[in-house]
């Protein structure tokens, strides 16, 4: 069971980034999935996730990030819009089934 991030990097505030999950070893189709982001020094917080086809936003993302999946690639994404310093953190993929990414940096600086 593999999940492969991807899509991290550095950008300004006001900018975009798309990151990406490549899963493997498992069903991907068969769960939910989650993106978690933990900032320095702060706990991880939830911040998006897809269920039933159901699309759930925390509030400090909603209207600028969007969760989608592609479950003929096995693959989840986060497309980050309208970045702020404040969602400077490691996002960490995660699957309903417990597995989790290894993480991808996001800087907004």
């Known amino acids: 069971v593999q999940l492969v991030e991807s899509g991290g990097g550095l950008v300004q505030p006001g900018g975009s980034l798309r990151l990406s999950c490549a899963a493997s070893g498992f069903p991907f189709g068969s769960y939910d999935i989650t993106w978690v982001r933990q900032a320095p020094g702060k706990e991880f917080e939830w911040v998006a996730s897809?269920?039933?086809?159901?699309?759930y936003y925390a509030d400090t993302v909603k209207g600028r990030f969007v969760i989608s999946r592609d479950n003929a690639k096995n693959t989840q994404y986060l497309q980050m819009n309208s970045l702020k310093t404040e969602d400077t953190a490691v996002y960490y993929c995660?699957?309903?089934?417990?597995?989790w990414g290894q993480g991808t940096q996001v800087t907004v600086s």
């Open positions: 995660a699957t309903g089934n417990g597995f």
């Open positions: 897809i269920s039933r086809g159901t699309t």
